[in-house]
């Protein structure tokens, strides 16, 4: 027993040892990646996330009335994505955003302009519906994912309402 109770006390001995002490196979020279001359970085403004290109057309999506309710999700983790609204630049769509903007700003909803002839409109809703964020890109998607023709809408947790 003292033989199997040694071999056991050194074999662990040489495992701690190894562990404790890395070895360097190859060094190639460089610079530490951590150790970069004066790197400067800014943040973009939250309005440049997306490359706004004139004019943003959704064909197939108007001014109109929606179904609201649950939409379906790919997975149940889907419902924690950020609140965001859909509209275009018309007065439907700037009538209900101002009639619907102190819930929008509760729930920090970011919005998406999908019908837009340019930059200077998006600015002008900007400029009305401020401090919502807003960035011009087309809602293909909304259509081809959960069969949405119309807008304005709302999507909270899963939930889309008008």
Same mark, same amino acid.
């Given at each position: 027993? *003292?033989?199997?109770? =040694?071999? =056991?006390?050194?074999? =662990?001995?040489? !495992?701690?040892?190894? +562990? %404790?002490?890395?070895?360097? !196979? &190859?060094?190639? /020279? /460089?610079? +530490?990646? #951590?150790? &970069?001359? *004066? #790197?400067s970085l800014t943040r973009p403004r939250p309005d440049t996330y997306i490359h706004e290109q004139f004019p943003v057309h959704t064909p197939g999506m108007t001014p109109g009335k929606i179904h609201g309710g649950e939409l379906s999700l790919p997975h149940e983790t889907a419902k924690l994505h950020p609140a965001f609204f859909v509209m275009g630049y018309d007065k439907y769509s700037v009538h209900w955003v101002n009639a619907n903007k102190q819930q929008l700003l509760e729930a920090s909803a970011k919005g998406? @302009?999908? *019908? @837009? %002839?340019? +930059? &200077? %409109? =998006?600015d002008q809703l900007r400029a009305i519906l401020k401090p919502l964020p807003l960035i011009a890109a087309p809602g293909s998607s909304f259509m081809e994912h959960w069969g949405i023709t119309n807008y304005p809408f709302f999507v909270n947790q899963g939930v889309i309402t008008q």
């Amino acid at each position: 027993m *003292n033989r199997i109770t =040694l071999f =056991l006390t050194s074999t =662990l001995f040489s !495992i701690t040892s190894v +562990a %404790q002490t890395p070895e360097t !196979i &190859a060094d190639f /020279g /460089g610079e +530490a990646f #951590l150790e &970069a001359p *004066n #790197l400067s970085l800014t943040r973009p403004r939250p309005d440049t996330y997306i490359h706004e290109q004139f004019p943003v057309h959704t064909p197939g999506m108007t001014p109109g009335k929606i179904h609201g309710g649950e939409l379906s999700l790919p997975h149940e983790t889907a419902k924690l994505h950020p609140a965001f609204f859909v509209m275009g630049y018309d007065k439907y769509s700037v009538h209900w955003v101002n009639a619907n903007k102190q819930q929008l700003l509760e729930a920090s909803a970011k919005g998406f @302009v999908v *019908n @837009v %002839q340019s +930059a &200077a %409109q =998006l600015d002008q809703l900007r400029a009305i519906l401020k401090p919502l964020p807003l960035i011009a890109a087309p809602g293909s998607s909304f259509m081809e994912h959960w069969g949405i023709t119309n807008y304005p809408f709302f999507v909270n947790q899963g939930v889309i309402t008008q």
